[in-house]
C-alpha cells in the first residue's frame, strides 16, 4: 500500500439488525499514523461499525480495510490488523508459554521474542494457565499479544473496561512509546475519553449510529473553545449560542463552536474543551444541533 | 510450526483428556484387576477349567495376541465413541469458552479453523488411542510373563506368543480404525455441525433429529424402512459386513491360526475388499458439506 493511503475507507455504512437499523450510512477514513478515538454512548454503534471493520459482521455500504473488503477478507486482513475486543477472550485453557508457540505458528507477523519482551517485568509467568491470570495480567498479555504482532492498524475496542486506573495509564502510555509509528494506526474505543485524549490524533463522536464529529484534535482546538465566563458577560456569551453550558463551583463554564479565540477571550477566561466535555456538549445537543444546553 | 499444525496442536491440548490420560487409566485398572485376580489365585483356577473344558493343547496357544486383536475393537469403539462427543463439544468449543473473538482476531479463517478441528478428530486423537493400544499390549505381555511366574497354566497359554503376529495387528489396526472413522465421519460432522447451532444440546438433538426423520418417514410408508432409514441404518452400521467374513476362522488361538487372521497380507485386503467404497465417498462430501455449514454459521457469531 502506497504511503499516506487511508487505512481505513468507510462510505455508507448502515447495519440493520432484524427492523433495527443501529448504523445510518456513516462515512469516515482513517490514514495512516493516526490514532482515533470512536466515542460514543453505550448502543451508539461503536462496536458494531468496528466489528464491520474487522470483518466480523456483515453490512451494507462500502469498506475497504488496507484495500479489502473484510467481511469476505477476514482472515487475509488479520496478517495486517490486530485487535482487542475483549481481554476476557484469550482462551483460558491454555498456559501462556502455549499460547505465545501456538501465535507463532498461525500468525506470520507475530513475534514470540517480542511478546517475552514486553512481558519482561510483568507478574507473568509462563508456565502459568490463562485461567489462573488476573484480570489485569490478562490485558497485560492480551497487549503484550497484540504489539507482537507487526500490524498496520491495531483496534481496541473497551481495552481497559474494569481495569484500575494504574494500570489504565501505564496500558496507554505503553501502547504510545512502544508501539505506536508512522506506519501504524490505532482506533480506541472507550468510555473513559478523558484517559486516552493525550494519545488521540484524532476524534469521532458517534451518536445513535450517526457520526457527529469527525476530525482532528488540531481542527477541535480551533473550532470549540471553552470560556469560564465573567458574570457580567454571561447575557453576551449566551448570545454567542454556546453548545454547552454547566456552572462548576460557582463558575459558569461555556462552550462555544466556531467562536473566534479574541471574541471568546472578551467574556471570560479561554481554554480548549477537554474531550469530555465536548462529548457531553455534542451528545447532548439536540439531533437538529443549534441548541445551547442549558 | 505451520498454522495447521499449530491448530492441531490447540485442538490436542485443548481435548487431550478423553483420549490421553482416560485410556491410561482404563489400562492401569485393568492391569490392577488383573493382577489383583492373579493375586488371589482366582485366575488360575478358572483358567484350568477353562482350559480342561475346551480341550486345547497344553502348549503353543497365543492368548496373548488373541486378546490384544479383541481389544484392538474395544479400543475402536471406545475411539469412535469418544470422537462422537469431541465433535459435538469441539466446534462451539471456542464460543463455550468466550474466546471466538481471540481466534477471530487471528489470519485464520473459520472454514480452517472447522477443518483442523476435523483433521484433528481423525488423526492426532486416533493416532493417541493407536499407541495406547500398543503400549496397553505390551503392559498386558508384561502382566501375562509376570502371571505366568505365579499361574504356571498363563505360561502355557502364552507360550505361542509371536511378536510379529503384534506388529501385524497394530498395522492392520491402523487400517482398521481410519476406515471405521472414514466411515463415521458423515455422523461425526452432523453432530459437530448442531455443535455449532445448540452447544451442549447437539447429542440430543443428533438424536432427536435422526429419530424424527425415521419416525416421519416411517408414518409416510406405513412402518416399512423407507430410503432415509435404510440409508441411516447402514450408516450407523460398521462399514465391514462381518468379521468373521474378513477373518476365516476367527476364534482359532493357535499361533497360525491368529496370526493368518490378523497379517496385514489377508485382513487388510480382505477388509478394505468388504467396504462400501460408494457410500465411503458419498459419506466424505456429506461431512465436507456440514464442516462447511457449521464454518459459515461460526463466521456469523461473535460471542457465547
Known amino acids: 500500500m502506497p504511503e499516506n493511503e487511508n487505512i481505513v475507507e468507510v462510505k455508507g455504512l448502515s447495519k440493520k439488525f432484524g427492523a433495527t437499523e443501529v448504523l445510518h450510512e456513516i462515512d469516515f477514513l482513517i490514514p495512516q499514523g493516526r490514532i482515533y478515538g470512536l466515542i460514543g454512548h453505550n448502543g451508539a454503534g461503536k462496536t458494531t461499525a468496528i466489528n464491520a471493520l474487522l470483518g466480523l459482521t456483515d453490512y451494507q455500504g462500502s469498506v475497504r480495510v488496507l484495500g479489502l473488503e473484510p467481511y469476505q477478507n477476514r482472515a487475509e486482513l488479520m496478517r495486517n490488523v490486530a485487535f482487542i475486543s475483549d481481554v476476557a ?178 467574556l471570560g477566561t479561554t481554554a480548549p474543551p477537554s474531550v469530555s466535555d465536548l462529548f457531553v456538549a455534542l451528545m447532548e445537543r439536540e439531533p437538529a444541533g443549534t441548541g445551547a444546553v442549558q | 510450526m505451520s498454522a495447521v499444525m499449530s491448530l492441531l496442536k490447540k485442538e490436542y491440548i485443548e481435548h487431550k483428556a478423553a483420549f490421553l490420560y482416560v485410556p491410561g487409566i482404563l489400562i492401569f485398572l485393568l492391569l490392577l484387576a488383573f493382577s489383583t485376580a492373579v493375586w488371589r489365585n482366582s485366575a488360575n483356577l478358572h483358567l484350568v477349567n477353562g482350559v480342561t473344558e475346551m480341550g486345547l493343547p497344553q502348549s503353543g496357544i497365543d492368548i496373548f495376541n488373541g486378546i490384544f486383536a479383541v481389544s484392538i475393537l474395544g479400543w475402536t469403539g471406545y475411539l469412535t465413541l469418544m470422537l462422537f462427543f469431541y465433535f459435538a463439544s469441539s466446534f462451539s468449543s471456542d464460543r463455550k469458552n468466550n474466546s471466538l473473538l481471540f481466534w477471530k482476531s487471528l489470519p485464520v479463517s473459520d472454514l480452517n479453523i472447522m477443518g483442523s478441528k476435523t483433521l484433528a478428530g481423525l488423526t492426532v486423537f486416533p493416532l493417541i488411542i493407536l499407541i495406547w493400544s500398543f503400549v496397553g499390549a505390551l503392559a498386558g505381555f508384561l502382566a501375562l510373563s509376570l502371571a505366568s511366574l505365579v499361574s504356571p497354566v498363563i505360561g502355557q497359554l502364552n507360550s505361542g506368543t509371536n511378536f510379529w503376529t503384534t506388529i501385524n495387528i497394530e498395522i492392520s489396526a491402523l487400517v482398521f480404525m481410519v476406515v471405521t472413522l472414514l466411515w463415521y465421519l458423515p455422523l461425526f460432522a452432523f453432530v459437530g455441525f448442531l455443535g ?104 456469523r457469531r461473535l460471542a457465547a
Open chain 1, 89 to 266: 477472550s484469550l482462551p483460558r485453557f491454555l498456559k501462556v508459554s502455549q499460547l505465545l508457540d501456538l501465535l507463532e505458528g498461525i500468525h506470520p507477523n507475530f513475534s514470540q521474542s517480542k511478546a517475552l519482551e514486553l512481558l519482561e517485568g510483568t507478574d507473568i509467568r509462563l508456565g502459568a494457565t490463562i485461567k489462573a491470570l488476573s484480570k489485569g495480567m490478562l490485558a497485560q498479555l492480551h497487549l503484550a499479544i497484540v504489539m507482537a504482532i507487526d500490524a498496520k492498524l491495531l483496534v481496541l475496542d473497551e481495552p481497559t473496561l474494569g481495569l484500575d486506573i494504574t494500570f489504565r495509564k501505564k496500558f496507554y502510555r505503553r501502547l504510545l512509546e512502544d508501539y505506536m509509528n508512522e506506519g501504524r494506526s490505532i482506533l480506541i474505543t472507550t468510555h473513559q475519553v478523558d484517559e486516552i485524549e493525550f494519545l488521540l490524533s484524532d476524534l469521532i463522536f458517534i451518536r445513535e449510529g450517526k457520526i457527529v464529529l469527525d476530525a482532528s484534535m488540531q481542527d477541535i482546538a480551533r473550532r470549540y473553545i471553552q470560556v469560564s465566563v465573567r458574570e457580567e458577560k454571561l447575557n453576551d456569551a449566551k448570545e454567542q449560542k454556546p453548545i454547552y453550558t454547566a456552572r462548576v463551583l460557582g463558575q459558569s463554564i461555556m462552550i462555544f463552536d466556531g467562536l473566534p479565540e479574541d471574541e471568546a477571550s472578551e
Open chain 2, 196 to 299: 455449532t447451532l445448540m452447544r451442549s444440546w447437539a447429542v440430543p438433538a443428533f438424536i432427536l433429529i435422526l429419530a424424527m426423520i425415521s419416525g416421519l418417514e416411517a408414518i409416510v410408508v406405513f412402518g416399512d424402512d423407507g430410503p432415509i432409514s435404510r440409508l441411516l441404518e447402514q450408516r450407523f452400521n460398521a462399514p465391514f459386513k462381518s468379521l468373521e467374513g474378513v477373518s476365516p476362522g476367527a476364534g482359532n488361538m493357535m499361533p497360525d491360526g491368529i496370526h493368518s487372521i490378523v497379517s496385514v497380507g489377508n485382513f487388510v485386503p480382505a477388509y478394505l475388499a468388504q467396504v462400501d467404497w460408494l457410500g465411503m465417498v458419498l459419506g466424505w462430501f456429506v461431512a465436507g458439506v456440514f464442516v462447511y455449514l457449521a464454518s459459515e454459521y461460526r463466521r
